[in-house]
């Protein structure tokens, strides 16, 4: 069974605010169908574009085979920062998984396919406004 570390926000996720005993429900029942175990998730700070957690995270994903976190939408709106933090994790041969979007990313190509789900979305939303 994979050891898994989740991540969830404790700001808005793409606009809505999820509390996080939600964020963390849909990543338990996203781990439990994947087979997963599931460790603890660790919280963002609530400052705007801050991601200290999630390079902490980075730091020591050693001890786990991957992040497991809310949303796509918890990451940057510029796919270059992204890319950036994505590209991290493959470099060590881990794996990141979204739960609400049931999305993963385990090599260069996933990244991509995550980064066209997100213009989408992103181009969408402008578009209401």
């Not at 190509?109 to 969408?124: F, H, K």
Request: aromatic letters at 14%.
């Amino acid at each position: 069974m994979k050891k898994v570390k989740g991540y969830i926000s404790s700001r808005k996720v793409f606009g809505n605010f999820y509390p996080q005993k939600v964020q963390n429900l849909v990543i338990r029942d996203y781990c439990k169908r994947k087979k997963y175990f599931f460790l603890f998730s660790s919280v963002e700070y609530s400052i705007n574009k801050s991601y200290l957690i999630f390079e902490e995270l980075l730091e020591n994903i050693d001890k786990v085979k991957g992040i497991v976190c809310f949303s796509i939408f918890q990451f940057p709106l510029d796919n270059k920062i992204r890319n950036n933090m994505f590209n991290k994790i493959i470099k060590k041969k881990k794996f990141i998984d979204f739960a609400l979007e049931e999305i993963s990313i385990k090599k260069k190509v996933d990244i991509l396919n995550v980064n066209e789900l997100a213009t989408i979305r992103y181009e969408d939303e402008i578009k209401k406004k």
